[in-house]
């Protein structure tokens, strides 16, 4: 399975941008990049994926590297409900298409008022 | 509909038990999963469910028992457990499982303890 790499925790300020970078040097051609967020007491919840192009949605965007070896999930206002755990996750394409999503450790993210 | 439903909520069982944990989805997915969560971990896959059949046994002990009835309910069966099996269990369900290019919808989980 292709291995993701984030720091543990990141501290933001409520109403400026965050920007929470990923390593993923192993991912392969096919491989997806993927985000999850798991606010307290809940489970997992989509964020937003991409393959090699940069991604926005309305919950966040997704910046990928010319060499798809990084990304850097931005969210544009952070506000104290964006406080969660933060996983980057590489879900497997090819011919090893298994459907799995495997996470990584993800970044712990404080938002202070 | 976009809920993944998971009940109990709680659960807490004595290691001679057996209990069974449900999850329900009504989005017409044809991929349902189970990831086992401890305190301060990421989840880990258990189980993916294709088109009603087990795709995937990420090596579970058969303590863990799942059974996909129809496309819209999985279960996990439990007999046997033991204390380290206490954790957040979660459900998910995706349109499909084969696929790189989907989200998948997570339940809010059972958190079981097992005494």
């Known amino acids: 399975d292709a291995k993701t790499t984030q720091p543990n925790s990141m501290e933001s300020n409520e109403e400026e941008p965050v920007h929470l970078p990923c390593n993923h040097s192993t991912i392969s051609g096919t491989d997806y990049i993927h985000w999850y967020r798991q606010l307290p007491s809940q489970g997992p919840e989509y964020v937003i994926h991409?393959?090699?192009s940069n991604v926005n949605n309305r919950m966040a965007s997704l910046a990928i590297a010319e060499d798809r070896k990084s990304s850097t999930l931005i969210l544009h206002r952070a506000t104290l409900r964006d406080a969660a755990v933060y996983y980057c996750i590489l879900r497997e394409g090819g011919s090893s298409n298994t459907g799995k999503l495997i996470f990584g450790q993800g970044t712990t993210l404080q938002v202070k008022p | 509909d976009t809920e993944v439903t998971q009940t109990p909520k709680h659960l807490v069982m004595g290691m001679t038990n057996k209990k069974s944990l449900k999850c329900e989805q009504h989005?017409?997915?044809?991929?349902m999963y189970w990831y086992k969560q401890k305190a301060k971990k990421p989840p880990e896959l258990m189980f993916v469910y294709s088109y009603e059949k087990l795709s995937i046994n990420e090596s579970v002990p058969s303590r863990f028992s799942p059974e996909c009835p129809n496309s819209s309910l999985l279960n996990l069966h439990l007999h046997a457990l033991q204390p380290e099996d206490s954790a957040l269990y979660l459900c998910?369900?995706?349109?499909?499982?084969?696929?790189?290019?989907?989200?998948?919808?997570f339940g809010s989980g059972t958190q079981l303890s097992v005494l």
């Open positions: 998910a369900s995706s349109p499909f499982a084969v696929s790189t290019n989907e989200k998948l919808f």
């Open positions: 991409g393959l090699t």
């Open positions: 989005m017409g997915h044809r991929a």
